[in-house]
């Protein structure tokens, strides 16, 4: 298929270079330049590689830069005909996806939005899971394009269901986190050994897949980001925003965020989002760390 890529980050750099290796005919852009993926023709602007194009696919920071892409000088919108498709990979507003879809419509293009996990690692080794809201009809024409990149998809409903359920995931994942975090922090002052709390944690029933993927970065003290943590907090603004909507309450991930904010300011932003970890770590006056550190 010919597929205009934009948005090369850490995700989306792996995506783009595995959808050439199956075999597809592939145009990237990038916000900013110098990013290139072997195989790909290096687009100008996001208009220029949307020109031909039958599927747009976008894997950008958030709903400002999505709609900037689409919409502004030199977007994607003025090289839509009739028949494309655009995928989001990127995670933002439901109600943000909903409006960008009716707008496309007008041009005859569906939306199918795509958000993913699976982090760093999954992107490069192609097993990414994406969960996807939009018209089966579409969704069917990119499954080659789902297998070149993931592993599986689960089809949450309607466009804009995707994204609802990537915030549901990450409010989730945010929570699972800070608390195994907290409870690093707790056992270091407490005295207790970091790596054999882990193995505890990993065979008992509060083992989870966020803290066996995230424990070993941890103990080795390695926050490099997979997933970096500005990002994480805007997924957890992007839920609570949701939320107001919906007049629901989320105390425990409306705490979490005013830890998040805090980490922004220490300036861990960049950093994986494990290194919330830090601020706790300063708060207590202890560090936590396994024999790999």
């Known amino acids: 298929m010919r597929i205009a890529f934009l948005g090369l980050g850490i995700m989306g750099h792996s995506m783009a270079t595995n959808l050439v290796k199956a075999g597809h005919e592939v145009a990237t852009w990038n916000r900013s330049p110098g990013k290139i993926v072997e195989g790909t023709r290096a687009a100008a602007s996001p208009a220029d590689a949307a020109q031909g194009a039958e ?10 830069a999505v709609e900037n892409v689409l919409f502004g000088p030199d977007g994607v919108e003025q090289s839509l005909t009739e028949g494309m498709i655009i995928s989001d990979s990127s995670t933002i ?4 996806t909903r409006k960008f879809a009716e707008r496309v419509a007008q041009k005859g293009v569906q939306w199918v939005d795509s958000p993913m996990t699976g ?8 097993t990414l899971l994406f969960i996807i809201g939009g018209n089966e009809q579409a969704i069917e ?3 080659p394009l789902y297998a070149a990149m993931g592993k599986k998809i689960f089809r949450m409903g309607e466009t804009g269901k995707g994204q609802s359920a990537k915030l549901v995931m990450n409010l989730q994942i945010a929570l699972i ?7 690093l922090t707790l056992a270091a002052k407490l005295g207790l050994d970091a790596e054999n709390l882990v193995q505890l944690i990993n065979a008992s029933m509060v083992k989870s897949g966020v803290i066996e993927y995230k424990a070993p970065f941890v103990l080795r003290r ?19 925003e949701a939320a107001k909507e919906a007049r ?13 904010d805090v980490a922004v300011e220490e300036g861990h932003a960049d950093l ?16 936590v760390k396994g024999e790999a550190a």
């Open 55 to 64: 599927v747009v696919w976008l894997c950008v920071a958030d709903t400002a």
């Open 141 to 143: 024409m990119l499954k």
């Open 222 to 240: 390695d926050f490099s980001p997979n997933f970096p943590l500005r990002l994480m907090r805007k997924d957890i603004r992007l839920a609570l």
């Open 177 to 183: 986190y800070e608390g195994f975090a907290e409870a």
């Open 93 to 96: 507003s439901p109600t943000a």
């Open 272 to 287: 994986d989002y494990a290194a919330t970890l830090q601020l706790l770590e300063k708060w207590a006056g202890v560090e």
């Open 119 to 126: 982090s760093k690692t999954g992107a490069e080794a192609g």
């Open 248 to 260: 629901v309450k989320l105390p425990g991930l409306e705490t979490v965020e005013e830890v998040y």
